[in-house]
Structure formats: structure tokens, C-alpha cells
């Protein structure tokens, strides 16, 4: 199965690519839905059809959050609710590798049971 929403982000990764923007426009806490949005986009400068329309979702959905309409409660947030999938317990989308969906979404770690 190929990739829907690939990055184009090559070797950079996300974490190269919050840490650019965090540096080229002077502000911190990058929304993993904006990082996704950014990775996104092609060396030509734009996204496909599929890619569009997740990202005029997430736009309606942070517009409606901004107006008290939506809650974003742990990992449902606006870039899940935007691709209509959840997060599953492998790696977060949008974070790049070595980041896991208990450090992300501050998950504790279950306990077993003897």
C-alpha cells in the first residue's frame, strides 16, 4: 500500500523541520497539525488533492476550536479528527521516529498484572 499523504521533507525529518521554523519565524510550541501541513508540501510549493483537503479540514477545525466549537482532548486533536483516523500505538504522526504515542499524548505506562 503506498503512502496517501507522503512528506517531502527528505532527511530533515520533523523534528529538523519544527526546529527550522522555530528558528526562521522565532516562536516556539509548533502544532503537530501545522508540522504535518509544512512536511507536506512539494518542492514545487503544493500539496496534492488528497493533501488539500485534509488541509482545509484542519484549517475549518482549528477556526472551530478557536471558537469553543471543538475540544481537543489528548490524542484527539485536530490532525487526527482532520485525516479521520486514530492514532495508533506505534509512532505519532507528524513527530517523526523515536517518538511514541505515550510520550506524546503524556500516556502512563500500564502496569501489568501478575
Known amino acids: 500500500m503506498q503512502n496517501k499523504y507522503p512528506h517531502h521533507i ?11 521554523i522555530e528558528k526562521d519565524e522565532g516562536r516556539s510550541g509548533i502544532d503537530r497539525s ?3 501541513n ?3 508540501v512539494s518542492k514545487k510549493g503544493g500539496h496534492t488533492e488528497e493533501i488539500k483537503a485534509v488541509v482545509d479540514r484542519i ?3 482549528n477556526q472551530q476550536f478557536q471558537e ?3 475540544e481537543i482532548d489528548g490524542s484527539n486533536e485536530i490532525l487526527t479528527m482532520a ?3 486514530p492514532e495508533y500505538f506505534g509512532r505519532v504522526r507528524g513527530m517523526g521516529f523515536h517518538v511514541s504515542y505515550r510520550q506524546y499524548f503524556h500516556q502512563p ?3 501489568k498484572k501478575q
Open 109 to 111: 505506562t500500564p502496569i
Open 68 to 70: 469553543g466549537n471543538v
Open 38 to 40: 509544512k512536511g507536506c
Open 59 to 61: 484549517e475549518d477545525y
Open 83 to 85: 485525516l479521520g483516523t
Open 10 to 20: 527528505s532527511r530533515l525529518g520533523y523534528a529538523g523541520l519544527e526546529a527550522k
Open 34 to 36: 501545522e508540522l504535518w
